[in-house]
Nanobody, 124 residues
Framework: QVQLVESGGGLVQAGGSLRLSCAAS????????MGWFRQAPGKEREFVAA????????YYADSVKGRFTISRDNAKNTVYLQMNSLKPEDTAVYYC?????????????????WGQGTQVTVSS
């Protein structure tokens, strides 16, 4: 079994920054892609960013492009999401997810394991 634990969420003013981390533990696979998704109150979960095993393939949602950066440290089994220039509409629970394939994907149903989520609240 794989456990994913997110951290780094919190309350920040508009224009501020946060860095989310997601640590994988347990039966981690030798190579895997990772993604970040978010779900705002009353809305469906949506894709935010994804990164392939070696980091050569990276995807972003249009709404976060230029503001968010996904990265990973495979030695630490950890993926990060640096969020800058935050907006109130970024307020959501952020989830990391693991895909046992090495190629990054934006498709939610391709991911095999999910974390419990971390709350990000951006005040105006």
């Amino acid at each position: 079994q794989v456990q994913l634990v997110e951290s780094g969420g919190g309350l920040v003013q508009a224009g501020g920054s946060l860095r989310l981390s997601c640590a994988a533990s347990g039966r981690t696979f030798s190579r895997y892609a990772m993604g970040w998704f978010r779900q705002a109150p009353g809305k469906e979960r949506e894709f935010v960013a994804a990164i392939s095993w070696v980091g050569g393939m990276i995807y972003y949602a249009d709404s976060v492009k230029g503001r968010f950066t996904i990265s990973r440290d495979n030695a630490k089994n950890t993926v990060y999401l640096q969020m800058n220039s935050l907006k109130p509409e970024d307020t959501a629970v952020y989830y990391c997810a693991l895909d046992r394939n090495i190629i990054a994907t934006t498709e939610m149903d391709k991911y095999d394991y999910w974390g419990q989520g971390t709350q990000v609240t951006v005040s105006s």
